[in-house]
């Protein structure tokens, strides 16, 4: 006997089942670009403070994973930045404006300088130092007008090398930052970066050298009382560790 109401539930069955098969193919698909976006990170060598560590002993609190690659103390979230990308903003050039910098990592055998390198060409020579990476809390304020790369690089008796946070600079064309923008009630107020100092084999941990960045507010902003942060003066007293 023809039933037309089965048929059409089955017909309709199908067409949900293509529609579940097709939406799981493309979150699938979107989830391995997704990955693909952002370099992995290594875990730290023992001993050696980690992202979530050192968000914590910069900024306060107890930052655990948000998500697979994001960190939050609960008022303050730091959310990855992606690596690369066709489409969005990476984190390889940035943008001119004025940042304040507070070196507030150094969990490697090697030391640093921290700085910039200004515009986007192959102008490597002209890097300028900020900070140094063996001075935990110390701090400064970069004002630039043009595109420019972060970069660190290492002392002369550790190869000299220079890294940026554009892949292409480096010797080895490889990522040596990963970063966070920081946000704290849903308003973006700095960046972390966290840099990684070996070549080729390295060990990816990206703890070698980190800095928080603030956005320094415009002076109208400034007077309203839309400050910074307040956990960073307790970084002068944090001991680096010797361990690689
Ligand atoms: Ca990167
Ligand atoms: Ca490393
Ligand atoms: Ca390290």
């Not at 089942?17 to 193919?25: G, K, L, N, V």
């Not at 979530?52 to 107890?62: E, K, V």
């Not at 390889?92 to 640093?112: D, K, L, S």
Request: proline share 2%.
């Amino acid at each position: 006997m023809f039933e037309p109401g089965k048929t059409d539930i089955g017909r309709q069955g199908v067409h949900v089942m293509r529609q579940a098969s097709i939406i799981t193919i493309a979150a699938a698909l979107s989830a391995g670009a997704a990955s693909a976006q952002y370099t992995s990170v290594h875990s730290a060598a023992w001993g050696e403070a980690n992202h979530a560590q050192i968000l914590s002993s910069a900024l306060g609190g107890s930052f655990a994973s948000a998500t697979s690659k994001d960190y939050s103390n609960g008022t303050i979230y730091a959310d990855r930045i992606k690596d690369s990308s066709w489409i969005s903003p990476t984190d390889q050039i940035w943008n001119a404006g004025t940042y304040h910098a507070t070196m507030v990592g150094h969990e490697a055998g090697y030391t640093h300088t921290f700085g910039y390198v200004e515009g986007n060409k192959n102008n490597l020579g002209s890097f300028t130092g900020v900070l140094r990476s063996d001075e935990l809390g110390s701090s400064a304020t970069v004002s630039l007008d043009s595109d420019f790369r972060w970069a660190i690089k290492n002392d002369q008796q550790f190869g000299g090398h220079l890294f940026t946070s554009r892949d292409n600079d480096n010797p080895d064309c490889d990522d040596h930052m990963v970063s966070y923008k920081l946000f704290k009630n849903g308003d973006l107020f700095g960046y972390a970066l966290f840099f990684e100092d070996l070549k080729r084999c390295s060990d990816k941990d990206y703890n070698d050298v980190a800095v928080i960045l603030t956005l320094v507010p415009a002076p109208q902003a400034a007077m309203m009382g839309l400050t910074g942060l307040g956990g960073l003066g307790l970084l002068a007293g944090r001991r680096r560790r010797d361990s690689i």
